[in-house]
Every structure is written in C-alpha cells, then in structure tokens.
Nanobody
C-alpha cells in the first residue's frame, strides 16, 4: 500500500520561506514520478512543481525562481523549498506520486489525471 504523508506547512509572512516534505512509504521513490499540487479555496487544483522518473523537473510559471523541488531517494522523501512567498501562494499543498513514466511537463500539466497516489495535504498560509 503506497502512502504519502506531507509535513512542514504553516503560516508565514509575505517574503518568508517554508519547506514542506512528503514521505512515501510502500514504494521506492526513485522509481516514481512525483509532484506538488496546490488548491486554494474555490479554485481548481493546480500543478506547482514536478520531478520525473529521470529526475528532470518542471515548475508552474507562477513559482519559477522562487520554489525548488527535490527528492531524497535514500529517505524516500520529496521536498518543496518555497522562498519569497506571496499571499497568492496560500493553499493546501498536496504531494502526488506514480510509477507511470511521464515527463516533468506531463506530470505538472496532466498530473490530476495521471497520478494515482495522493497525500492528505498540508496547509500553507501567507499573510500580507
């Protein structure tokens, strides 16, 4: 049974930083494409950053240059380092994973349909 557990969310002021993590169990993260998605109230879930099976990455335009996705395969953990946070980054952040081979761009843009395993989410709130 593959399980994803996010951690590290919280509240921060504009311009601050947070790092959220997603631990995967029941699977080997090195074999999985993984990604971060977020959903703000009354908005659709959107891809934020992804890392493909081959380690390549992709980012939503709104977070490029501010967020960095990384994966520690020894710890089976996915990370998202978020810098220069803005109020519009406020959302529930979800981790997703799947062994299906996909490009980072596909994971980011089609992940809502491609990923079969999802975490419960961690809340990130950025105040102005």
């Amino acid at each position: 049974q593959v399980q994803l557990v996010e951690s590290g969310g919280g509240s921060v002021q504009t311009g601050g930083s947070l790092r959220i993590a997603c631990e995967i169990s029941g699977a080997t993260s090195s074999n999985y494409a993984m990604a971060w998605f977020r959903q703000a109230p009354e908005k659709e879930r959107e891809g934020v950053a992804s890392i493909a099976n081959d380690g390549s990455t992709a980012y939503a335009d709104s977070v490029k240059g501010r967020f960095t996705i990384s994966k520690d395969n020894a710890k089976n953990t996915l990370y998202l380092q978020m810098n220069s946070l803005k109020p519009e980054d406020t959302a529930m952040y979800y981790c997703a994973a799947d062994p299906f081979r996909m490009t980072a761009k596909q994971a980011l843009e089609l992940g809502n349909k491609l990923f079969n395993f999802w975490g419960q989410g961690t809340q990130v709130t950025v105040s102005s």
